[in-house]
Every structure is written in structure tokens, then in C-alpha cells.
């Protein structure tokens, strides 16, 4: 489901800075991608909202209490990158590090698809230097594809910006390289 979050993120982004949006398109694609794979899961699961019950809940939530301040407290810190940069760099350096963030994130996508398409050929090895040698094996091809997809945004930023965005989003480059 996150790799169809990324892929509808980026295609809205994309359709959006095209048609003159400018950076509030990442806010329209940040919701559009947390909607598909909202309705996804919810189709997926075959969810539907039930009547609640609290009472017998009172006790779990008096005791996952810590938990979902923590659980708060890291989506603030996640959250508050963004809107810091936009208020500091402006909106053209927040855009970017939405780009290089939706990078990254299709990469830890990626890894989280490998794993059970490698299941097969693990539960076909027999000895620990084997699952070593596998687990190398799969980590190097893991980083070598990622390396390469960071190489080329950071080598053709200055390019992708141009020509997909406009002259106005250059000032944010050396962002997208970082």
C-alpha cells in the first residue's frame, strides 16, 4: 500500500505543478496519496465502521496512554519538517525536500516489497553462511538500485527542475541534491 500512496502522491504532485499550483500541490498530493490508501485498506479488509463500545476501552487507553504521546510526539517530528522549511527557505525549498522525501520513501517501499519475493529462495537455504551470503547478496542489489536512483536526481536536478517546474523552482536545487 505504500508504493500506491508514493505513486499517487507523485502523480497528483505532478499534475498539479503542471497546471500552475505551484507548491500547494504537494499539500493536494499529500491528501489524494493518505485518501487511496485509506480506501484501499478499507476495500482490502473489508472494514466497516462498527458502533463503539467504551467502556470496556477505558482501561486499554488509560494504559497505552505513554504510547500514543509517543506516537503523537513522532508525528509532530515527522510533520514539522516542511512547514519549518517553507517558513524559513520559503516554499520552493519546502517543495523539494517533498520531492527527495518521496524519494526516500519509494526506496523504504522497495524495501518492504523485496522481502517476501525473497522469502522462496531463503527457505530454500540450509545453512547460515548461505542466508549470509543471500542477505548480502540482496542488500547490495537493494543499495546499488537505490544509489543509482539518488545519483540521477541529484546529477539531473538542476535539468528536472527547469523543464518540469519552472526557472522559479532553481533557488531550491541544492536542496533536492541533498
Known amino acids: 500500500m505504500l508504493f500506491r500512496s508514493v505513486v499517487v502522491f507523485q502523480a497528483t504532485a505532478v499534475g498539479f505543478v503542471l497546471a500552475g499550483y505551484g507548491a500547494s ?34 482501561m486499554w487507553v488509560a494504559r497505552a496512554r505513554p504510547y500514543f504521546a509517543s506516537g503523537m510526539l ?27 522525501a518521496g524519494v526516500a520513501v519509494a526506496l523504504v517501499a522497495l524495501s518492504t516489497v523485496l522481502p517476501p519475493a525473497m522469502f522462496v529462495g531463503y527457505s530454500q537455504v540450509r545453512t547460515h553462511d548461505e542466508v549470509a551470503a543471500a542477505t548480502t547478496f540482496a542488500l547490495r542489489v537493494l543499495a546499488g538500485f537505490g ?13 528536472i527542475a527547469q523543464v518540469v517546474f519552472a526557472p522559479r523552482w532553481l533557488p531550491g536545487v541544492g536542496v533536492l541534491r541533498l
Open 74 to 100: 513522532g508525528l509532530w517530528r515527522d510533520s514539522s519538517h516542511a512547514p519549518l522549511l517553507a517558513i524559513v527557505f520559503g516554499t520552493t525549498v519546502a517543495g523539494f525536500y517533498g520531492w527527495a
Open 147 to 159: 544509489g543509482a536512483v539518488i545519483a540521477v536526481v541529484a546529477g539531473a536536478a538542476h535539468p
Open 25 to 58: 500541490s504537494f499539500g493536494y498530493a499529500l491528501g489524494a496519496g493518505a485518501i487511496s490508501s485509506a480506501i484501499l485498506a478499507m476495500t482490502l479488509t473489508g472494514w466497516r465502521p462498527l458502533r463503539p463500545q467504551f467502556a470496556p476501552l477505558r
